[in-house]
């Protein structure tokens, strides 16, 4: 127990056992760490870490070298006088002591860096097997025509939804899930909302939060194609179409509407940077903004 808890006080192992699991979690949609945290953050740290570990390493004082001279014991009992030392020898043992007691650090970084580009590794072809790039090309395709299909229909209009496997568009650098052109006729999603979607219409998969947030991204992309501005109008609309859409694409009713609740629950929840997706007060059964006021239900 003692060894564990000095193990524990081990910057560089925590690290690297919080790495691994964080890499695990992420793979595995747990707290659907895919929507909220990008992967690649985490190895930017860990590899951040590891170099500022090495240097720090590298700029403490080298740990003393051993006294290999005659010990008192041995003056008194022997008289031990020693020879006189040779200057360069000792210059030179110094010079050896020095770069012996560095190597630990290089060694342990090397180690480091030897776990990211592992755990890294393993994502990538983790990623490469399951993810949206796993589909053919054609089955890619055929789902982004069934996107375009969908969101025409909210949007009143005839439109595009692409998949943008460049992340040049969206995606954690632009921190959005979808983006469209407010009276357009083309949307980029996220290759991982795709993929939701993709599970949803054509495998009848449902991944809970995933799922929800897929539906609720496809569908506020098309109603900014449809043409409405405002952020937080345009989210309140979308998880009320989401009820419909989340149905064309094989949901059961009750299950649609409580994803999209869930939705509008969390909604309330978004931080400083993203409050303009905050939906209005008037997003309510009965509200300005209910698409259907003559309903009783909400979204």
């Known amino acids: 127990m003692q060894r564990l808890a000095q193990r ?44 500022n570990f090495f240097f720090g390493a590298l700029g403490r004082p080298p740990a003393p070298r051993p006294d290999r001279g005659p010990q008192p014991v041995d003056r008194e009992l022997y008289g031990y ?37 592992a755990l890294a590794l393993t994502f990538w ?13 054609e089955t890619r395709a055929e789902a982004q025509e069934r996107f ?56 009848g998969e449902v991944t809970g939060s995933q799922t929800a947030r897929g539906i609720a991204v496809l569908a506020h992309e098309a109603w900014h194609l449809r043409g409405e501005r405002d952020e937080g ?16 694409l094989g949901l059961g009713e009750d299950e649609a509407r409580r994803l999209m609740a869930q939705q509008l629950a969390e909604n309330s929840g978004r931080g400083v940077a993203t409050a303009e997706y905050r939906v209005p007060p008037e997003c309510r059964d009965g509200g300005s903004l209910d698409l259907d006021p003559a309903g009783s239900r909400f979204p």
Do not use: M
């Not at 695990?24 to 740290?45: E, M, N, Q, Y």
């Not at 632009?174 to 993929?195: F, I, K, S």
């Open 8 to 51: 524990l006080r081990n910057p560089p192992l925590v690290l690297r056992v919080a790495l691994g699991v964080f890499v695990v979690a992420w793979i595995f949609g747990v707290h659907d760490l895919r929507s909220t945290i990008p992967v690649w953050v985490a190895f930017v740290i860990a590899l951040g870490l590891e170099v």
């Open 81 to 117: 006088l020693g020879l006189p030392e040779d200057d360069d020898e000792e210059d030179e043992d110094d010079e050896y002591w020095e770069d012996e007691s560095r190597w630990p650090a290089v060694r342990r970084f090397l180690w480091g860096v030897g776990i990211i580009a």
């Open 125 to 137: 072809f983790v990623d490469r097997n399951t993810g949206w790039d796993s589909l053919s090309t």
């Open 148 to 203: 375009s299909e969908e969101a025409s229909r909210i949007a009143e209009k005839p439109v595009r939804i692409r998949c943008d496997e460049s992340g040049e568009y969206v995606g954690a650098v632009q921190h959005a899930d979808g983006v469209a052109q407010v009276g357009g006729d083309l949307a980029y999603l996220t290759p991982e909302r795709c993929l939701d979607l993709y599970r949803l219409a054509f495998d």
């Open 233 to 248: 109008t345009t989210e309140c609309y979308a998880l009320q179409s989401g009820v419909g859409l989340g149905k064309r």
